[in-house]
C-alpha cells in the first residue's frame, strides 16, 4: 500500500514537508496493527492517553525542492484533489510527474524533455526525528526539518481504511 498525505507544518511560509509518501508493505502494517494494541491496553490504565510516539518511519516528506520542478505542486494537489487528506497511489506516482503534460522544461539545464535529462528529479526533504504517531483513530507520520526547527505532522489514515479488509 503507497499513501500520499497532506502534511501541516508547524511554519506555513517554509515549503518543508507539505506533502508525505508512504510505503507501507504487510510488515509494516503488523507493526501499525500491533503498536495499536500497545496503545489500547495503555488506555485502560491511563483513559487520557490518546496517541503514542514510535522512533522510525516508512514516510519521506516533500516540499522543499518543488519550486525546482515546475508542475510539481500541482501533481500532488490534483492527486488529492483539494478535498481529500490522504490517497492510495501507484508505484508511478513520481514517473507520472516526470512524464506528465504538465512539465515543460526542465528547470537545470533547459531540456525540453526533463525525465531524461538526468537533472530532474524531486528528493524527499532532509528530515530529523521521524516518527510514526499511533492515536485512538488511526496514524499518522511527524518529522523535523533536519536545518531548522519546523515540524510537520501528516493527515490521520483512520484504521477503518488502513486495515479495511483486515478488521
Known amino acids: 500500500m503507497r499513501l500520499l498525505l497532506q502534511s501541516c507544518s508547524t511554519n506555513e511560509e517554509d515549503t518543508f514537508g507539505r506533502y508525505a ?5 504487510d510488515e509494516w502494517l503488523k507493526r501499525i ?14 483513559k487520557e492517553l ?11 516528506f516533500y516540499g522543499t525542492e518543488m519550486n525546482e520542478v515546475e508542475g510539481s505542486e500541482e ?3 490534483d492527486a488529492l484533489d483539494d478535498k481529500k487528506q490522504w490517497i492510495e497511489i501507484t508505484e508511478d506516482f513520481e514517473k507520472d510527474l516526470i512524464q506528465g503534460d504538465k512539465q ?18 524531486i528528493t524527499p526533504d ?5 516518527q510514526m504517531v499511533i492515536t485512538k483513530d488511526g496514524v499518522k507520520w511527524f518529522a523535523c526539518d533536519k536545518y531548522s526547527g519546523v515540524t510537520t505532522t501528516t493527515a490521520t489514515v483512520p484504521y477503518e481504511q488502513l486495515f479495511k479488509d483486515k478488521l
Request: with cysteine; aromatic share 12%.
Open 104 to 121: 515543460s522544461a526542465c528547470n537545470k539545464c533547459g531540456s525540453l524533455s526533463p525525465w531524461r535529462c538526468g537533472c530532474y528529479e
Open 126 to 130: 532532509r528530515t530529523d526525528c521521524d
Open 21 to 25: 509518501i508512504v510505503d507501507l508493505d
Open 33 to 46: 496493527a500491533a503498536r495499536r494494541k500497545l496503545l489500547l491496553a495503555a488506555c485502560e490504565q491511563d
Open 50 to 60: 490518546y496517541e503514542m510516539y514510535f522512533w522510525g518511519s516508512s514516510a519521506e
Open 75 to 77: 501533481h500532488f494537489d
